[in-house]
Protein backbone atom coordinates (compact mmCIF):
# COMPACT_ATOMS: atom_id res chain seq x y z
CA UNK A 1 0.00 0.00 0.00
CA UNK A 2 1.53 3.58 -1.13
CA UNK A 3 0.99 5.64 1.72
CA UNK A 4 2.42 8.65 0.26
CA UNK A 5 -0.60 10.14 -1.22
CA UNK A 6 -2.27 9.87 2.30
CA UNK A 7 0.38 11.78 3.78
CA UNK A 8 0.37 14.57 1.45
CA UNK A 9 -3.31 14.40 2.12
CA UNK A 10 -3.21 14.94 6.18
CA UNK A 11 0.15 16.99 5.45
CA UNK A 12 -1.56 19.45 2.70
CA UNK A 13 -4.89 19.96 4.58
CA UNK A 14 -3.56 20.46 8.11
CA UNK A 15 -1.14 23.03 6.29
CA UNK A 16 -4.25 24.74 4.34
CA UNK A 17 -6.64 24.48 7.84
CA UNK A 18 -3.95 26.06 9.81
CA UNK A 19 -3.58 28.98 6.86
CA UNK A 20 -7.06 29.80 6.87
CA UNK A 21 -7.13 30.82 10.80
CA UNK A 22 -5.29 33.98 9.41
CA UNK A 23 -7.38 34.80 6.70
CA UNK A 24 -11.09 35.95 7.13
CA UNK A 25 -11.82 32.83 4.96
CA UNK A 26 -13.33 29.48 6.95
CA UNK A 27 -11.41 26.78 6.64
CA UNK A 28 -13.95 24.48 5.05
CA UNK A 29 -14.49 27.13 1.73
CA UNK A 30 -10.40 27.34 1.98
CA UNK A 31 -9.65 23.84 1.98
CA UNK A 32 -12.33 22.96 -0.88
CA UNK A 33 -10.86 25.86 -3.05
CA UNK A 34 -7.22 24.70 -3.02
CA UNK A 35 -8.85 20.90 -3.50
CA UNK A 36 -10.23 21.86 -6.96
CA UNK A 37 -6.94 23.69 -7.88
CA UNK A 38 -4.77 21.09 -6.98
CA UNK A 39 -6.91 18.16 -8.35
CA UNK A 40 -5.90 19.52 -11.76
CA UNK A 41 -2.11 19.98 -10.80
CA UNK A 42 0.01 17.00 -12.75
CA UNK A 43 1.23 14.52 -10.43
CA UNK A 44 -1.38 14.67 -7.56
CA UNK A 45 -2.58 11.47 -7.01
CA UNK A 46 -6.21 10.61 -7.85
CA UNK A 47 -7.98 11.01 -4.47
CA UNK A 48 -11.95 9.05 -4.80
CA UNK A 49 -14.08 9.11 -2.10
CA UNK A 50 -14.71 5.58 -1.17
CA UNK A 51 -18.32 4.84 1.36
CA UNK A 52 -16.77 2.02 2.41
CA UNK A 53 -14.08 4.34 4.35
CA UNK A 54 -15.75 7.74 4.73
CA UNK A 55 -18.86 6.12 6.23
CA UNK A 56 -17.98 3.63 9.05
CA UNK A 57 -14.47 5.23 9.28
CA UNK A 58 -14.83 8.85 9.44
CA UNK A 59 -18.08 9.93 10.06
CA UNK A 60 -18.51 8.15 13.27
CA UNK A 61 -15.72 10.52 15.17
CA UNK A 62 -16.76 13.69 13.41
CA UNK A 63 -20.40 12.91 14.77
CA UNK A 64 -18.80 12.03 18.49
CA UNK A 65 -16.37 15.06 18.78
CA UNK A 66 -19.47 17.29 17.13
CA UNK A 67 -21.69 15.54 19.88
CA UNK A 68 -19.61 15.11 22.81
CA UNK A 69 -18.83 19.47 22.63
CA UNK A 70 -23.11 19.80 22.53
CA UNK A 71 -25.38 20.74 24.98
CA UNK A 72 -27.34 17.84 26.05
CA UNK A 73 -29.59 20.12 28.11
CA UNK A 74 -29.72 22.81 25.44
CA UNK A 75 -30.64 20.04 22.72
CA UNK A 76 -33.32 19.04 25.42
CA UNK A 77 -34.68 22.09 25.06
CA UNK A 78 -34.88 22.42 21.30
CA UNK A 79 -35.81 18.90 20.68
CA UNK A 80 -39.23 20.20 18.99
CA UNK A 81 -37.04 22.83 15.79
CA UNK A 82 -34.30 19.88 15.55
CA UNK A 83 -36.64 17.21 14.83
CA UNK A 84 -38.52 19.52 12.48
CA UNK A 85 -35.22 19.74 10.54
CA UNK A 86 -33.27 16.88 11.03
CA UNK A 87 -36.56 14.66 10.21
CA UNK A 88 -38.87 16.58 8.47
CA UNK A 89 -36.80 18.56 6.20
CA UNK A 90 -34.58 16.10 5.32
CA UNK A 91 -37.76 13.89 4.21
CA UNK A 92 -39.62 17.39 2.88
CA UNK A 93 -35.86 18.13 0.77
CA UNK A 94 -35.90 14.57 -0.59
CA UNK A 95 -39.50 14.63 -2.01
CA UNK A 96 -38.87 18.22 -3.37
CA UNK A 97 -35.53 18.07 -4.96
CA UNK A 98 -36.66 14.67 -6.61
CA UNK A 99 -39.44 15.70 -7.74
CA UNK A 100 -37.56 18.93 -9.38
CA UNK A 101 -35.28 17.35 -10.72
CA UNK A 102 -37.28 14.36 -12.53
CA UNK A 103 -39.46 17.44 -14.13
CA UNK A 104 -36.19 19.57 -15.22
CA UNK A 105 -34.00 16.57 -16.98
CA UNK A 106 -35.35 14.57 -19.53
CA UNK A 107 -35.63 10.78 -19.26
CA UNK A 108 -34.93 10.78 -15.53
CA UNK A 109 -36.97 8.42 -13.67
CA UNK A 110 -38.79 9.87 -10.81
CA UNK A 111 -37.05 7.02 -8.77
CA UNK A 112 -33.67 7.77 -9.52
CA UNK A 113 -34.07 12.01 -8.91
CA UNK A 114 -35.67 10.60 -5.46
CA UNK A 115 -31.97 8.89 -4.57
CA UNK A 116 -30.58 12.27 -5.79
CA UNK A 117 -33.14 13.81 -3.64
CA UNK A 118 -32.42 12.08 -0.26
CA UNK A 119 -28.44 12.28 -0.54
CA UNK A 120 -28.56 16.44 -1.68
CA UNK A 121 -30.96 16.82 1.46
CA UNK A 122 -28.92 16.31 4.66
CA UNK A 123 -26.93 19.37 5.65
CA UNK A 124 -23.40 18.99 6.79
CA UNK A 125 -22.23 18.64 10.42
CA UNK A 126 -18.88 19.98 10.62
CA UNK A 127 -19.63 23.14 8.01
CA UNK A 128 -22.62 24.31 10.00
CA UNK A 129 -20.93 24.15 12.98
CA UNK A 130 -17.64 25.72 11.91
CA UNK A 131 -19.25 28.62 10.17
CA UNK A 132 -21.84 29.13 13.16
CA UNK A 133 -19.15 29.30 16.15
CA UNK A 134 -16.51 31.63 14.53
CA UNK A 135 -19.10 34.04 13.49
CA UNK A 136 -21.03 33.78 16.85
CA UNK A 137 -24.16 32.97 16.51
CA UNK A 138 -26.87 33.15 19.08
CA UNK A 139 -26.25 29.98 21.22
CA UNK A 140 -30.26 29.01 20.40
CA UNK A 141 -29.52 28.89 16.99
CA UNK A 142 -26.38 27.09 17.35
CA UNK A 143 -27.41 24.57 18.87
CA UNK A 144 -30.30 24.54 16.70
CA UNK A 145 -28.15 23.81 13.63
CA UNK A 146 -25.96 21.48 15.61
CA UNK A 147 -28.47 19.28 16.39
CA UNK A 148 -30.24 19.02 13.12
CA UNK A 149 -26.70 18.53 11.66
CA UNK A 150 -26.08 15.49 14.21
CA UNK A 151 -29.27 13.40 13.38
CA UNK A 152 -30.06 14.30 9.98
CA UNK A 153 -27.72 11.58 8.32
CA UNK A 154 -29.68 8.74 9.91
CA UNK A 155 -32.77 10.04 8.04
CA UNK A 156 -31.22 10.95 4.70
CA UNK A 157 -29.69 7.31 4.99
CA UNK A 158 -32.34 5.55 5.27
CA UNK A 159 -34.37 7.43 2.73
CA UNK A 160 -31.59 6.89 0.45
CA UNK A 161 -32.06 2.86 0.88
CA UNK A 162 -35.66 2.82 0.63
CA UNK A 163 -35.27 5.19 -2.51
CA UNK A 164 -32.62 3.07 -4.07
CA UNK A 165 -34.65 0.16 -3.65
CA UNK A 166 -36.84 1.58 -5.94
CA UNK A 167 -34.53 2.79 -8.44
CA UNK A 168 -32.70 -0.64 -9.08
CA UNK A 169 -35.87 -2.54 -8.93
CA UNK A 170 -35.94 -4.04 -5.41
CA UNK A 171 -39.35 -4.09 -4.83
CA UNK A 172 -38.92 -1.32 -1.67
CA UNK A 173 -42.72 0.70 -1.27
CA UNK A 174 -43.09 3.57 1.06
CA UNK A 175 -44.66 1.50 3.72
CA UNK A 176 -41.58 -0.44 4.02
CA UNK A 177 -39.39 2.57 3.73
CA UNK A 178 -41.16 4.16 6.70
CA UNK A 179 -41.37 0.80 8.47
CA UNK A 180 -37.63 0.38 8.16
CA UNK A 181 -36.78 4.38 8.90
CA UNK A 182 -39.26 3.27 12.33
CA UNK A 183 -36.46 0.66 13.17
CA UNK A 184 -33.55 2.07 12.44
CA UNK A 185 -34.10 5.07 14.42
CA UNK A 186 -35.66 3.54 17.38
CA UNK A 187 -32.67 0.52 17.06
CA UNK A 188 -29.81 3.12 16.63
CA UNK A 189 -31.10 4.91 19.80
CA UNK A 190 -32.33 1.76 21.69
CA UNK A 191 -28.43 0.66 21.38
CA UNK A 192 -26.96 4.22 22.07
CA UNK A 193 -29.02 3.82 25.31
CA UNK A 194 -28.05 0.07 26.14
CA UNK A 195 -24.04 0.83 25.15
CA UNK A 196 -23.73 4.53 27.28
CA UNK A 197 -24.29 2.94 30.61
CA UNK A 198 -21.68 0.59 30.18
CA UNK A 199 -19.04 2.52 28.57
CA UNK A 200 -19.27 5.34 31.15
CA UNK A 201 -18.44 2.67 33.58
CA UNK A 202 -15.53 1.62 31.78
CA UNK A 203 -14.48 5.31 31.61
CA UNK A 204 -14.80 5.78 34.83
CA UNK A 205 -13.04 2.53 36.38
CA UNK A 206 -9.99 2.39 34.07
CA UNK A 207 -7.27 3.91 35.89
CA UNK A 208 -4.53 4.31 33.58
CA UNK A 209 -5.54 7.84 31.13
CA UNK A 210 -3.67 5.96 28.30
CA UNK A 211 -6.41 2.75 28.42
CA UNK A 212 -9.42 5.53 28.68
CA UNK A 213 -8.31 7.37 25.65
CA UNK A 214 -7.87 4.20 24.04
CA UNK A 215 -11.35 3.51 24.77
CA UNK A 216 -12.51 7.25 24.27
CA UNK A 217 -10.98 6.67 20.25
CA UNK A 218 -12.86 3.41 20.17
CA UNK A 219 -16.56 4.14 21.32
CA UNK A 220 -17.11 6.05 18.44
CA UNK A 221 -16.93 3.21 15.56
CA UNK A 222 -17.76 0.44 18.52
CA UNK A 223 -21.27 1.79 18.47
CA UNK A 224 -21.62 2.89 14.87
CA UNK A 225 -20.89 -0.97 13.99
CA UNK A 226 -22.94 -2.83 17.09
CA UNK A 227 -25.89 -0.54 15.30
CA UNK A 228 -25.05 -0.83 11.63
CA UNK A 229 -24.95 -4.84 12.05
CA UNK A 230 -27.91 -4.74 13.85
CA UNK A 231 -29.35 -2.69 10.80
CA UNK A 232 -30.13 -0.15 13.41
CA UNK A 233 -29.01 3.94 12.52
CA UNK A 234 -24.93 3.83 13.23
CA UNK A 235 -24.94 7.42 13.28
CA UNK A 236 -28.09 8.06 16.04
CA UNK A 237 -26.44 5.14 18.08
CA UNK A 238 -23.12 7.19 18.42
CA UNK A 239 -25.08 10.71 18.73
CA UNK A 240 -26.71 9.08 21.50
CA UNK A 241 -23.40 7.63 23.33
CA UNK A 242 -21.86 10.88 22.45
CA UNK A 243 -24.32 13.58 24.14
CA UNK A 244 -24.24 10.86 27.08
CA UNK A 245 -20.49 10.89 27.95
CA UNK A 246 -20.40 14.18 27.21
CA UNK A 247 -22.64 15.15 29.80
CA UNK A 248 -21.22 12.92 32.25
CA UNK A 249 -17.32 13.90 31.43
CA UNK A 250 -16.71 15.54 34.98
CA UNK A 251 -16.97 11.77 36.34
CA UNK A 252 -13.98 10.95 34.74
CA UNK A 253 -10.48 11.51 36.16
CA UNK A 254 -9.20 15.30 35.10
CA UNK A 255 -5.93 13.29 33.64
CA UNK A 256 -7.77 11.46 31.43
CA UNK A 257 -9.52 14.79 30.49
CA UNK A 258 -6.81 16.55 29.49
CA UNK A 259 -5.27 14.34 27.58
CA UNK A 260 -8.73 13.21 26.23
CA UNK A 261 -9.40 16.80 24.81
CA UNK A 262 -5.87 17.32 23.11
CA UNK A 263 -6.47 13.93 21.56
CA UNK A 264 -9.70 14.82 20.47
CA UNK A 265 -9.03 18.23 18.68
CA UNK A 266 -6.27 16.84 17.45
CA UNK A 267 -8.71 13.76 15.80
CA UNK A 268 -11.07 16.61 14.94
CA UNK A 269 -8.71 18.87 12.98
CA UNK A 270 -7.13 16.22 10.95
CA UNK A 271 -10.50 14.87 10.05
CA UNK A 272 -12.05 18.20 9.25
CA UNK A 273 -9.07 19.10 7.32
CA UNK A 274 -9.26 16.29 4.95
CA UNK A 275 -12.69 15.92 4.09
CA UNK A 276 -12.76 19.03 3.02
CA UNK A 277 -10.05 18.82 0.84
CA UNK A 278 -11.06 15.60 -0.64
CA UNK A 279 -14.55 17.32 -1.50
CA UNK A 280 -12.24 19.45 -3.73
CA UNK A 281 -10.18 17.04 -5.18
CA UNK A 282 -13.32 14.68 -6.66
CA UNK A 283 -14.03 17.22 -9.50
CA UNK A 284 -11.93 15.35 -12.04
CA UNK A 285 -13.09 11.97 -11.11
CA UNK A 286 -16.87 13.60 -11.40
CA UNK A 287 -16.03 14.98 -14.98
CA UNK A 288 -14.83 11.61 -15.96
CA UNK A 289 -17.91 9.90 -15.06
CA UNK A 290 -20.45 12.61 -16.15
CA UNK A 291 -21.32 10.70 -19.56
CA UNK A 292 -23.87 11.28 -21.65
CA UNK A 293 -24.89 14.75 -19.37
CA UNK A 294 -22.22 17.68 -19.94
CA UNK A 295 -21.77 21.03 -21.30
CA UNK A 296 -24.39 23.81 -21.26
CA UNK A 297 -27.30 20.78 -20.30
CA UNK A 298 -25.11 19.55 -17.20
CA UNK A 299 -24.40 23.06 -16.16
CA UNK A 300 -28.35 24.11 -16.40
CA UNK A 301 -29.01 20.88 -14.42
CA UNK A 302 -26.62 21.82 -11.38
CA UNK A 303 -27.92 25.30 -11.21
CA UNK A 304 -31.33 24.62 -11.23
CA UNK A 305 -30.55 21.63 -8.71
CA UNK A 306 -28.90 24.55 -6.57
CA UNK A 307 -31.66 27.15 -6.21
CA UNK A 308 -33.98 24.15 -6.04
CA UNK A 309 -32.32 22.88 -2.84
CA UNK A 310 -31.65 26.19 -1.43
CA UNK A 311 -35.53 27.31 -1.81
CA UNK A 312 -36.76 24.27 -0.27
CA UNK A 313 -35.10 25.40 2.82
CA UNK A 314 -36.72 28.49 2.73
CA UNK A 315 -40.02 27.29 2.16
CA UNK A 316 -39.62 24.61 4.86
CA UNK A 317 -38.09 26.72 7.68
CA UNK A 318 -40.17 29.57 8.29
CA UNK A 319 -43.67 27.61 8.24
CA UNK A 320 -41.60 25.18 10.64
CA UNK A 321 -40.49 27.91 12.75
CA UNK A 322 -43.69 29.84 13.08
CA UNK A 323 -47.03 27.75 12.26
CA UNK A 324 -46.59 25.81 15.53
CA UNK A 325 -46.67 28.98 17.80
CA UNK A 326 -49.65 30.03 15.68
CA UNK A 327 -50.75 26.77 16.63
CA UNK A 328 -50.21 25.82 19.83
CA UNK A 329 -50.73 27.49 23.48
CA UNK A 330 -47.84 25.45 25.48
CA UNK A 331 -45.41 25.79 22.36
CA UNK A 332 -45.88 30.02 23.19
CA UNK A 333 -45.42 29.07 26.84
CA UNK A 334 -42.70 26.74 26.68
CA UNK A 335 -40.27 27.84 24.13
CA UNK A 336 -38.71 30.98 23.49
CA UNK A 337 -40.01 33.37 20.96
CA UNK A 338 -38.12 32.84 17.72
CA UNK A 339 -37.58 36.12 15.17
CA UNK A 340 -37.32 36.47 11.52
CA UNK A 341 -33.66 36.85 11.88
CA UNK A 342 -33.06 33.57 13.11
CA UNK A 343 -34.80 31.82 10.73
CA UNK A 344 -33.21 33.28 8.06
CA UNK A 345 -30.10 32.80 8.93
CA UNK A 346 -31.32 28.87 9.81
CA UNK A 347 -32.53 28.32 6.42
CA UNK A 348 -29.86 29.88 4.78
CA UNK A 349 -27.05 27.82 6.69
CA UNK A 350 -27.61 24.51 4.55
CA UNK A 351 -24.46 23.50 3.37
CA UNK A 352 -23.52 20.42 2.42
CA UNK A 353 -20.88 18.32 3.02
CA UNK A 354 -19.05 15.02 2.47
CA UNK A 355 -21.92 12.82 3.73
CA UNK A 356 -23.73 13.80 0.18
CA UNK A 357 -20.62 12.88 -1.37
CA UNK A 358 -19.90 9.55 -0.07
CA UNK A 359 -23.86 8.37 -0.05
CA UNK A 360 -23.96 9.42 -3.68
CA UNK A 361 -20.77 7.16 -4.67
CA UNK A 362 -22.06 4.18 -2.80
CA UNK A 363 -24.69 4.52 -5.38
CA UNK A 364 -24.47 0.31 -7.06
CA UNK A 365 -23.50 -0.27 -10.70
CA UNK A 366 -26.68 -1.74 -10.64
CA UNK A 367 -28.59 1.64 -11.49
CA UNK A 368 -28.17 3.09 -15.07
CA UNK A 369 -24.93 4.64 -15.49
CA UNK A 370 -26.68 7.48 -17.13
CA UNK A 371 -28.40 8.45 -13.99
CA UNK A 372 -26.11 7.57 -11.80
CA UNK A 373 -23.42 9.44 -13.27
CA UNK A 374 -25.51 12.87 -13.25
CA UNK A 375 -26.32 12.00 -9.51
CA UNK A 376 -23.13 11.81 -8.90
CA UNK A 377 -22.30 15.64 -11.05
CA UNK A 378 -25.17 17.06 -9.42
CA UNK A 379 -24.46 16.08 -5.66
CA UNK A 380 -21.00 17.54 -6.30
CA UNK A 381 -21.89 20.69 -7.74
CA UNK A 382 -24.95 21.28 -4.93
CA UNK A 383 -22.13 20.31 -2.32
CA UNK A 384 -20.15 22.88 -4.20
CA UNK A 385 -22.73 25.09 -4.47
CA UNK A 386 -23.93 25.56 -1.13
CA UNK A 387 -20.31 25.78 0.15
CA UNK A 388 -19.19 28.66 -1.54
CA UNK A 389 -22.55 30.63 -2.06
CA UNK A 390 -23.81 30.19 1.30
CA UNK A 391 -20.50 29.54 3.53
CA UNK A 392 -18.91 32.92 1.90
CA UNK A 393 -21.74 34.56 2.53
CA UNK A 394 -22.89 33.62 5.67
CA UNK A 395 -21.07 35.12 7.72
CA UNK A 396 -21.57 39.12 6.11
CA UNK A 397 -25.24 37.79 6.03
CA UNK A 398 -25.45 37.59 9.86
CA UNK A 399 -23.27 40.78 10.49
CA UNK A 400 -25.71 42.23 8.36
CA UNK A 401 -29.00 41.02 10.67
CA UNK A 402 -27.11 42.45 13.63
CA UNK A 403 -27.95 39.65 16.23
CA UNK A 404 -27.31 40.91 19.78
CA UNK A 405 -24.17 40.18 21.29
CA UNK A 406 -23.49 37.97 23.89
CA UNK A 407 -23.09 40.23 27.26
CA UNK A 408 -19.79 39.60 28.43
CA UNK A 409 -20.37 41.55 31.76
CA UNK A 410 -23.82 39.33 32.67
CA UNK A 411 -21.56 36.25 31.82
CA UNK A 412 -18.54 37.09 34.36
CA UNK A 413 -21.00 37.86 37.14
CA UNK A 414 -22.58 34.82 36.55
CA UNK A 415 -19.33 32.73 36.42
CA UNK A 416 -18.26 34.66 39.84
CA UNK A 417 -20.95 33.87 41.47
CA UNK A 418 -21.15 30.23 40.73
CA UNK A 419 -17.33 30.18 41.53
CA UNK A 420 -18.24 31.84 44.91
CA UNK A 421 -20.70 29.04 45.37
CA UNK A 422 -18.75 26.39 44.78
CA UNK A 423 -15.21 27.78 46.99
CA UNK A 424 -17.37 27.81 50.05
CA UNK A 425 -19.07 24.52 49.60
CA UNK A 426 -15.04 23.55 49.20
CA UNK A 427 -14.36 25.46 52.05
CA UNK A 428 -16.91 23.90 54.08
CA UNK A 429 -15.41 20.40 52.77
CA UNK A 430 -12.05 21.47 53.84
CA UNK A 431 -12.68 22.85 57.58
CA UNK A 432 -14.65 19.37 58.19
CA UNK A 433 -11.55 17.46 56.45
CA UNK A 434 -9.27 19.28 59.10
CA UNK A 435 -11.02 19.14 61.54
CA UNK A 436 -10.11 14.63 61.41
CA UNK A 437 -6.95 13.73 63.40
CA UNK A 438 -6.11 11.65 60.24
CA UNK A 439 -6.00 14.96 58.04
CA UNK A 440 -3.82 17.23 60.44
CA UNK A 441 -1.53 19.57 58.08
CA UNK A 442 0.77 22.17 58.88
CA UNK A 443 -0.56 25.73 59.12
CA UNK A 444 1.35 26.60 56.22
CA UNK A 445 0.19 23.64 54.37
CA UNK A 446 -3.32 24.21 55.04
CA UNK A 447 -3.10 27.92 54.58
CA UNK A 448 -1.92 27.39 51.27
CA UNK A 449 -5.02 25.47 50.52
CA UNK A 450 -7.20 28.12 51.51
CA UNK A 451 -5.15 30.34 49.77
CA UNK A 452 -6.12 28.12 46.37
CA UNK A 453 -9.54 28.94 47.05
CA UNK A 454 -9.56 32.64 47.22
CA UNK A 455 -7.35 33.03 44.42
CA UNK A 456 -10.08 31.21 42.21
CA UNK A 457 -12.72 32.98 43.95
CA UNK A 458 -11.33 36.57 43.31
CA UNK A 459 -10.34 35.78 39.60
CA UNK A 460 -13.49 36.17 38.31
CA UNK A 461 -13.90 39.18 40.05
CA UNK A 462 -10.76 40.77 38.89
CA UNK A 463 -11.90 40.55 35.35
CA UNK A 464 -14.70 43.04 36.18
CA UNK A 465 -11.93 45.43 37.58
CA UNK A 466 -9.91 48.24 36.52
CA UNK A 467 -7.47 47.50 34.24
CA UNK A 468 -3.47 48.54 33.72
CA UNK A 469 -3.30 51.81 31.96
CA UNK A 470 -0.19 50.99 30.96
CA UNK A 471 -0.74 47.62 29.46
CA UNK A 472 -4.13 47.84 29.29
CA UNK A 473 -4.56 44.13 31.08
CA UNK A 474 -6.81 43.14 34.22
CA UNK A 475 -5.14 42.30 37.31
CA UNK A 476 -6.40 38.90 36.51
CA UNK A 477 -4.50 39.02 33.25
CA UNK A 478 -1.56 40.48 34.25
CA UNK A 479 -1.70 38.08 37.73
CA UNK A 480 -2.02 34.93 34.72
CA UNK A 481 1.02 36.42 32.85
CA UNK A 482 3.53 37.02 35.58
CA UNK A 483 2.44 33.14 36.51
CA UNK A 484 3.54 32.09 32.51
CA UNK A 485 6.96 33.95 33.28
CA UNK A 486 7.49 32.46 36.79
CA UNK A 487 7.13 29.07 34.90
CA UNK A 488 8.84 29.67 31.83
CA UNK A 489 12.26 30.43 33.94
CA UNK A 490 11.95 27.25 36.15
CA UNK A 491 11.42 25.32 32.83
CA UNK A 492 15.00 26.63 31.95
CA UNK A 493 16.72 26.31 34.97
CA UNK A 494 15.24 22.31 34.77
CA UNK A 495 16.31 22.13 31.25
CA UNK A 496 19.99 23.62 31.94
CA UNK A 497 20.82 21.59 34.96
CA UNK A 498 19.63 18.45 32.78
CA UNK A 499 22.00 19.82 30.26
CA UNK A 500 24.86 19.98 33.43
CA UNK A 501 24.01 15.87 34.29
CA UNK A 502 22.70 16.96 37.56
CA UNK A 503 19.28 15.75 36.50
CA UNK A 504 18.18 12.74 34.03
CA UNK A 505 15.98 13.51 31.33
CA UNK A 506 13.51 10.77 33.24
CA UNK A 507 13.27 13.65 35.88
CA UNK A 508 13.52 16.37 33.83
CA UNK A 509 10.12 15.18 31.90
CA UNK A 510 8.45 14.65 35.60
CA UNK A 511 9.05 18.42 36.70
CA UNK A 512 8.78 19.57 33.60
CA UNK A 513 5.07 17.96 33.17
CA UNK A 514 4.19 19.45 36.55
CA UNK A 515 4.76 22.47 35.05
CA UNK A 516 2.85 22.12 32.08
CA UNK A 517 -0.46 21.06 33.88
CA UNK A 518 0.11 24.21 36.22
CA UNK A 519 0.35 26.55 32.67
CA UNK A 520 -2.53 24.32 31.71
CA UNK A 521 -4.62 25.25 34.26
CA UNK A 522 -3.39 28.99 34.14
CA UNK A 523 -4.27 28.72 30.20
CA UNK A 524 -7.89 27.51 30.79
CA UNK A 525 -8.50 30.24 33.05
CA UNK A 526 -8.18 32.69 31.06
CA UNK A 527 -10.28 31.08 28.12
Not at 178 to 194: H, Q
Not at 310 to 326: D, G, I, K, M, N
Amino acid sequence: MDVMPLLLLVAGSAAVAAAARRTPVPAPLLLVAVGLVVSYIPGVPSYTLDPHIVLPLLLPPLLYTSATDSSYLDLRAQLRPVALLSVGYVLFATVVVGWAAHLLVPGLPLTAALVLGAVVAPPDAVAATAVARRVGLPSRITTILQGESLLNDATAITAYKVALGAAVGAGATWAGGIREFALAAIGGVGIGLVLMAPLHWLRTHLTEPLLQNTLSLLIPFVAYGVAEGAHASGVLAVVVVALYLGHRAWEVDFATRLQEEAVWKMVAFVLESAVFALIGLQLPIVLKRLGEYEGASAAWYAVAVFVVVVVARFVWVYPATFLPRLLSARIREREENPTWRGAMVTSWAGMRGVVSLAIAFAIPPTMPDGPRNLILFLTFTTVIGTLVVQGVTLPPLIRLLRFPGRDRQAETLAEANAQAQASRAAEARLDDLLSDERNTLPPPLADRLRMVLERRRNAVWERLGQVNPVTGESVDDTYRRLSREMISAEREVFVRLRDLRYIDDEMLRALLRRLDLEEAAAFREAH
